[in-house]
């Protein structure tokens, strides 16, 4: 009977073990991702080494992402800090949203990250329906949220499209990330919501 408990503990604690273990090896596979993006870029993306660095099996790899692609965006978009709502003026609402992922881009090898995680997102559908997700869930709602508080208070004009304001906001980010290569000013984050904020102005 004691022999039973203890092999029974054995098992529980094994099993328990077995989901942290699980975890553990993802985040290692996503840091190697991460890693290798910002070394080779996503045209010379290797899953190969990615396995070799995270001592991961391209297996398991391959059954958690479909494609290497899924596997570079999402790791990178659920390693992007995310933002807070301060809840203020309108400006410093949109500038809360944006300043996570400007910052990203302008620390360390951030840009040539995110070029290679736009590159991914555009080379597969499966990868480019996590971004459009993400971006769904981290801009549009927020942003619309937001907007139509600004609306209620009569504080902005009404015919707003959102769809133009969420390019107003990523569009010249992506623009200057992939197409240019240019690095991001300090003051970018002021300069998208100054803008967007100008073309949100009622009519006099």
């Known amino acids: 009977m ?12 094994a099993r328990r073990a077995g989901p ?19 070394s080779n870029g996503w045209r010379n993306f290797s899953v190969d080494r990615v396995a070799k660095n995270a001592k991961a099996s391209k297996q398991t790899i391959y ?12 790791s990178a978009l659920e390693n992007t800090p995310k933002s807070t709502d ?3 003026t309108l400006k410093e609402r949109l500038s809360a949203l944006m300043s996570p992922l400007i910052n990203d881009i302008r620390l360390g090898d951030g ?9 991914a997102a555009a080379d597969s559908d499966e990868a480019n329906e996590i971004f459009r997700n993400w971006i769904a869930e981290t801009y549009r709602k927020p942003v619309r949220f937001v907007l139509a508080e600004h609306t209620n208070k009569n504080l902005i004009r009404r015919d707003w499209d959102i769809d ?10 992506w623009q200057r990330v992939v197409a240019m ?19 949100l102005k009622k009519d006099d």
């Open 63 to 74: 059954r958690w992402w479909p494609t290497p692609a899924c596997l570079v965006v999402q």
């Open 164 to 173: 133009f304001v969420i390019e107003s906001l990523l569009g010249p980010v």
């Open 20 to 38: 942290k273990r699980s975890e553990a090896s993802r985040l290692a596979v996503q840091t190697a991702a991460l890693e290798e993006l910002a």
């Open 181 to 199: 290569r240019a690095p991001l000013p300090e003051n970018y984050v002021d300069r998208l919501v100054d803008a967007v904020i100008n073309n």
């Open 86 to 88: 301060p809840n203020t």
């Open 111 to 119: 840009a040539h990250k995110w070029r290679g995680v736009i590159l």
């Open 2 to 13: 004691v022999e039973s408990t203890a092999k029974s503990k054995k098992t529980t604690t």
